[in-house]
């Protein structure tokens, strides 16, 4: 973003000369105290949330990036990112569709995002099904839809810059009790300038009518984005949740550090599915999102559920490790999982499955596509702690090669206090053979054809859990996003 | 419909096949047998375009055009089908799926509409029974997990699916019991028609028994170097290969 385009942010955000200048001083320092001010400022934040990000953000000045992942990249100059980037008129939100801009409509339409809740229940959007959205571009969230609807059960469905307004005392309670502020590097730092995100809260015994979604889009040059999700399902509930994200083709590389906490009560159960398209980066490994994000889900209630979905085509560096702390009796957590490397990404993802409760159960299936220059780790914690009796665990790790130049890792770490504990780990690499593809070709596929049979066979296990509409939207991404890798 | 014409094939620098002929009209079966290291595995290869197998001289036609230039998937377009000796296997791709995809595939290129799930399913139904193959399979990865006379069998489900004009059966009976081997050559011989050509490539005698050739050609060191009826083939099961070594200057 050029001096002339943040000017212009500012300058509507701000018609005082006072915010202006603090917005000025963020620029020329990059990130310091006013930077956090100024985003708390812009969302009317009360003091806690604003101390509660001070803090974090001083923790953070005294941490040190982690350098464990098998990822290599260009230090990140924290001074050269915005950490704030939205469209005009933020001032006056848009609470109705016809009061967003065109053109973002135009760009959600092409991105097939169903925005309009209209549409969708005549039958002619191209979900062809009820899907609420929270559409977040860059800084802030453009629209939610299906409010009113998601109202009429209680459930809580919004942005969560307007939740710390609307409902302080749940935001207050839960923002930060699964992922501290001081968890790690990129947490912090999200904690501190976090801009926008999602927050939804599911009533006691409600089964949330619909699929719920944010999709994320980075725009601006330069710009970092740092949204915070938070839900929470209450006693007896159940939630699907899907996330989806682009960003556009830069030569630069952008960050991207998000939060997600999920908090499952008892008996409650959330389906949290990730289908994650950063740009990637060019060919020859230029560009790129840098997509560091930290996910954890706390079981706390008897028998709670968490799964974790994840299909990860996109960034040019993922740095990702959902999990589940598995504190409630009798509660489970899933995390499945398919990621693909080509070009020159690098992908260093996996779980933690942490077994407090009696009885716990987890599953971890993790596949592994790599190719051209693809390098990626699965990386995977199962930690069994004392009075876990029963705990059980099994995980699966395969890893597929596409062409002789890409890698795949797998780090497996287990911790086992518990006498009573069962673990099983499955792990196996294979590359799509000549003999395969001979196969395929000889009974009329194309090489593309056969190699998105291949791939998409190989993922199936994962792509099952999606749901539907999404599931198809996954294949196609695994599909397309081989073109040219082989051969 | 099939006109092979002194072929020669090489496979990492070493010739295989050294001059090869050989005429096959619509509507015949021909068998190609002879002792192990003839060539009979990589003339099934190279009508079917596998990589590795360098044609340095001679010329195929196939229903009068060229095939030797032409990718192996636009071979099996125009219908050539091979059923392997190795069927591989492709975890997580149901059998109905894959066999939906490429029976699309080939009907696409030849300007046909697409079968919908539907139509695919009655077809596919049709066509297990034919071959007695258990309609389970279908639902299963393609030849994950499949014993080998499943594999076969499933070979043969494919062929009766995509209905090609050439079918080249290399190896089909090995690893067969005597009953898989009845089904399969049944399987074979109700695809038998005036339009199509087939190819049995085979070491032992006994599939001819249940698949009758209408010609039997004998392949040795890349050659063919005896053609009969089908007679020859059980001259070959009693004298075995002896003679026709020594009538090829060859050691015994």
Not at chain 1, 167 to 187: C, I, K, Q
Not at chain 1, 274 to 302: H, M, S
Not at chain 1, 305 to 321: F, M, N, P
Not at chain 2, 39 to 52: C, D, F, I, N, P
């Amino acid at each position: 973003m050029t001096q002339h385009g943040l000017d212009a942010i500012v300058d509507k955000a701000y018609d005082a000369g006072f915010v202006t200048n603090v917005a000025q001083d963020v620029l020329e320092a990059g990130l310091d105290e006013s930077t956090v001010r100024f985003i708390s400022a812009k969302k009317g934040e009360p003091e806690w949330l604003l101390e509660w990000r001070l803090a974090a953000f001083r923790r953070w000045q005294k941490m040190v990036e982690p350098t464990w992942a098998k990822v290599h990249y260009t230090p990140i100059d924290y001074q050269n990112i915005h950490y704030w980037a939205a469209p005009k008129r933020d001032e006056d939100k848009p609470q109705s569709l016809a009061d967003v801009d065109p053109e973002l409509l135009a760009m959600y339409e092409k991105l097939g995002v169903p925005l309009s809740e209209r549409e969708i229940l005549a039958g002619v959007a191209p979900s062809g099904r009820e899907v609420a959205v929270d559409a977040v571009f860059d800084s802030v969230s453009i629209i939610t839809t299906f409010r009113e609807k998601l109202a009429e059960y209680g459930v809580i469905f919004m942005p969560i810059s307007e939740a710390v307004h609307a409902h302080p005392e749940l935001v207050m309670r839960y923002l930060g009790s699964v992922v501290p502020t001081t968890d790690n590097f990129f947490a912090a730092l999200n904690s501190a300038v976090f801009s926008d995100g999602s927050f939804v809260y599911i009533p006691k015994g409600v089964r949330c009518p619909m699929e719920l979604s944010t999709y994320f889009r980075i725009n601006a040059e330069n710009t970092g984005q740092f949204e915070r999700t938070l839900i929470v399902a209450d006693e007896g509930s159940y939630v699907s949740y899907l996330e989806g994200c682009t960003a556009p083709q830069r030569d630069e590389n952008q960050l991207h550090a998000a939060v997600v906490e999920l908090v499952a009560h008892t008996d409650a159960e959330i389906k949290y599915s990730t289908v994650q398209n950063w740009y990637p980066g060019d060919a020859k490994g230029k560009g790129g999102i840098y997509n560091f994000v930290t996910k954890r889900a706390l079981c706390e209630g008897d028998r709670s559920k968490v799964s974790w979905t994840q299909v990860e085509t996109g960034s040019a560096i993922t740095w990702k490790y959902p999990s589940c702390i598995l504190k409630g009796d009798d509660s489970v957590g899933e995390f499945y999982s398919v990621a693909l490397t080509r070009g020159y990404q690098q992908a260093d993802t996996g779980t933690k499955m942490i077994h407090l409760g009696k009885r716990t159960r987890s599953t971890i299936v993790s596949k592994g596509i790599s190719a051209m220059h693809g390098q990626q780790t699965y990386r995977g914690s199962v930690r069994i702690a004392k009075k876990a009796e029963g705990a059980r665990n099994h995980t699966q790790c395969d890893s597929l090669l596409i062409g002789s130049d890409c890698g795949a890792h797998t780090v497996p770490y287990t911790e086992v206090s518990c006498p009573s504990a069962r673990l099983e780990h499955e792990a196996t690499t294979s590359r799509i053979g000549e003999d395969q593809l001979f196969y395929c070709r000889q009974r009329g596929l194309s090489e593309e054809q056969a190699v998105g049979l291949i791939v998409n066979g190989f993922a199936r296990e994962v792509l099952k859990e999606l749901p539907m509409e999404f599931a198809v939207e996954a294949q196609k991404l695994l599909g397309v996003s081989l073109e040219g890798a082989v051969g | 419909m099939l006109k092979i014409e002194n072929l020669h094939v090489e496979v990492a620098g070493t010739p295989i096949l050294k001059g090869l002929n050989l005429y096959l009209p619509k509507g015949e079966v021909h068998a190609i047998m002879g002792p192990n290291g003839a060539g009979k595995s990589t003339l099934a290869y190279v009508l079917a375009g596998r990589e590795g197998y360098v044609v340095t001289k001679g010329k195929v036609t196939f229903m009068g055009e060229d095939l030797l230039s032409r990718p192996i998937e636009e071979r099996a377009q125009a219908g050539v089908f091979l059923a392997m000796q190795y069927p591989v296997a492709i975890p997580g791709v149901t059998n109905l799926y894959f066999l939906r995809e490429a029976l699309n595939a080939v009907r696409t290129a030849r300007g046909e509409e697409r079968l919908s799930g539907v139509e695919f399913m009655k077809l596919a139904k049709k066509k297990a029974a034919l071959v007695e193959l258990d309609p389970e399979l279908l639902k299963r990865a393609v030849n994950d997990g499949f014993s080998g006379g499943e594999k076969k069998r499933n070979e043969i489900f494919q062929m009766a699916v995509l209905e090609p004009r050439l079918a080249l059966l290399d190896e089909t009976d090995s690893g067969l019991d005597i009953d898989a081997l009845r089904v399969v050559s049944q399987g074979v011989n109700t695809l038998r028609s005036p339009e199509r050509g087939m190819l049995v490539i085979t070491h032992y005698q006994r599939l001819l028994d249940e698949i009758i050739p209408d010609v039997v050609h004998v392949l040795f060191d890349g050659t063919i170097v005896k053609t009969g009826g089908k007679d020859l083939a059980l001259e070959l099961e009693s004298k075995g290969y002896a003679d026709i070594r020594t009538a090829a200057g060859a050691p015994a």
